[in-house]
């Protein structure tokens, strides 16, 4: 239901934005998250939007660097990130949840490679 793309390999300093393509019904009322698992650490929450106000979370590691958006005419959730670090680099999942202010993430999507070169 959920599959993201956009990753790849970017240089430090550098941008990319992730998408996600959702299909199943009401997507506009489904919050959105973006999370990542970097190699041999627990997966971690990188970024949401409510779908009920629209309210946005990031985690404190991207606040001012990723920015995340959804078009819910396109179905679609994304990941604006730039000034990219190597610690940046991991999986990154995107998630949804019919809840306003999820607890856990109901669906999940498969992962897009993001590695970031110093």
């Known amino acids: 239901q959920l599959q993201a793309s956009g990753g790849g390999l970017v240089q430090a300093g550098g941008s990319l934005r992730l998408s996600c393509a959702a299909s199943?019904?009401?997507?506009?009322?489904?919050?959105l998250a973006w999370f990542r698992r970097a190699p041999g650490k627990e997966r971690e929450f990188v970024a949401s939007?409510?779908?009920?106000?629209?309210?946005?979370h990031y985690a404190d590691s991207v606040k001012g660097r990723f920015t995340i958006s959804r078009d819910n005419a396109k179905f679609s959730v994304y990941l604006q990130m730039d000034s990219l670090k190597p610690e940046d680099t991991a999986v990154y999942y995107c998630?949804?949840?019919?809840?306003?202010?999820?607890?856990?993430?109901?669906?999940w999507g498969q992962g897009t490679q993001v590695t970031v070169s110093s």
């Open positions: 998630a949804k949840d019919p809840s306003p202010r999820p607890k856990t993430w109901r669906y």
């Open positions: 939007i409510s779908w009920s106000d629209g309210n946005k």
């Open positions: 199943g019904r009401a997507f506009s009322h489904y919050s």
